[in-house]
């Protein structure tokens, strides 16, 4: 199993949650997170005056998958959350020892 964190641009959410649903993506983890990358934030104005923020409003969203559809997911991810633009984000995929659903008990592949 495979876990898939995004980091993208928040106006892009909800077409990534598209591009997942498409894929027979079940369940997500959506957090609103802040960071920055090689921007380093951005400028803003505040009462007539220019405020640097070294913070970036950011989504975050969380995928566990099989290994098999963990290429899959990447790509899609890729394709919905893409401008072209700086801060575009970063995807991270890891391996994954185990999964338990506490409900059932079940483990691996028929937990997620």
């Known amino acids: 199993m495979k876990k898939i964190e995004a ?7 909800e ?7 498409r894929l027979g993506i079940r369940g997500l983890t959506v957090s609103e997170v802040q960071g920055h ?4 934030g951005h400028a803003v104005q505040y ?4 405020v640097r923020s ?11 998958v099989s290994t ?3 290429d899959a997911v990447v790509q899609a ?7 072209g633009e700086i801060g575009d984000g970063k995807v991270f995929v890891s391996n994954l020892e ?15």
């Open 7 to 13: 980091i993208i641009k928040p106006f892009k959410l």
């Open 15 to 21: 077409e990534v949650k598209e591009a997942l649903s």
């Open 37 to 40: 990358g090689r921007q380093k």
């Open 47 to 50: 009462r007539g005056a220019e």
């Open 54 to 64: 070294t913070l970036v409003a950011k989504m975050k969203i969380e995928v566990v």
């Open 68 to 70: 098999n559809d963990a």
């Open 77 to 83: 991810i890729l394709r919905a959350a893409r401008t």
């Open 98 to 112: 185990s999964v338990v659903r506490i409900r059932t008990g079940e483990k691996g592949d028929s937990a997620v």
